[in-house]
């Protein structure tokens, strides 16, 4: 049978069709078509450093208000480029999200080792955290949690994942110290590290209006000091 040029390249677009629809849906973020993204010019822009912008948007604007012209203007890059490096807005969203969650949790992680006493690397990082809450923005975690109108699956679940791994760092933390008899042995350590949570995201929502900085710092110093 002789093809023609057009029927060739048909009967190509067809096999492709149902290779994709063949495949399950997990799997389909992984397919050729994907590579279609990176051909052509290479991106001349600092990725990162536009991450770091788009950062800075969804932290002080919120997601709802963050609109696409200024994630633009922050960037400096066009709509498509600023797409095809990162995705959609909820894409945009969930990487700024990751990235600010990497560089806060890095300077967790180096603080709750500073010194040989628990109780005073947890003072530190009550600290450090505060320090965090620059310019009335706030923490841009708890800020995305009050300022999304809905629960979406994807993100709730970044969330659930941040939030576990700060939860798992305090309470090993806290127990710790207890071990050393700087907190007492007879409370429980989850429990503490769920309270010390709830006044560092109150404190992050409190200090953009209600309290100073100072103030928050001072509240969340003096839960810590029942612990003893």
Excluded at 1 to 10: D, K, Q, V, Y
Excluded at 88 to 110: C, G, N, T
Excluded at 152 to 161: M, S
Excluded at 171 to 191: C, D, H, R, V
């Amino acid at each position: 049978m002789r093809w023609s040029g057009l029927s060739i390249f048909s009967v190509y677009i067809l096999q492709y069709f149902l290779y994709i629809v063949d495949q399950p849906v997990t799997n389909r973020e992984s397919l050729p078509i994907a590579r279609i993204r990176t051909v052509g010019r290479p991106r001349e822009f600092d990725e990162n450093a536009a991450l770091e912008a788009v950062m800075d948007v969804f932290w002080s604007r919120g997601y709802e208000s963050a609109s696409l012209a200024c994630l633009c203007d922050a960037t400096g890059l066009h709509k498509g480029s600023l797409y095809q490096a990162f995705g959609d807005k909820k894409q945009l969203f969930l990487k700024a999200l990751h990235h600010y969650s990497e560089i806060e949790f890095a300077e967790v992680s180096s603080v709750i080792s500073e010194d040989v006493s628990p109780l005073t690397n947890i003072h530190a990082l009550i600290d450090r955290i505060c320090d965090r809450f620059d310019d009335n923005k706030g923490c841009m975690m708890i800020n995305s949690m009050t300022g999304l109108s809905d629960t979406d699956g994807d993100v709730y679940k970044a969330f659930k994942i941040y939030g576990a791994q700060r939860l798992n760092a305090l309470t090993e933390l806290i127990e710790a110290g207890q071990s050393l008899g700087e907190i007492n042995p007879k409370l429980s350590s989850i429990t503490l590290a769920q309270e010390l949570m709830v006044c560092l995201a109150g404190a992050a929502a409190t200090v953009k209006a209600v309290m100073d900085r100072d103030e928050v710092r001072s509240s969340v110093h003096r839960l810590v000091n029942y612990w003893t």
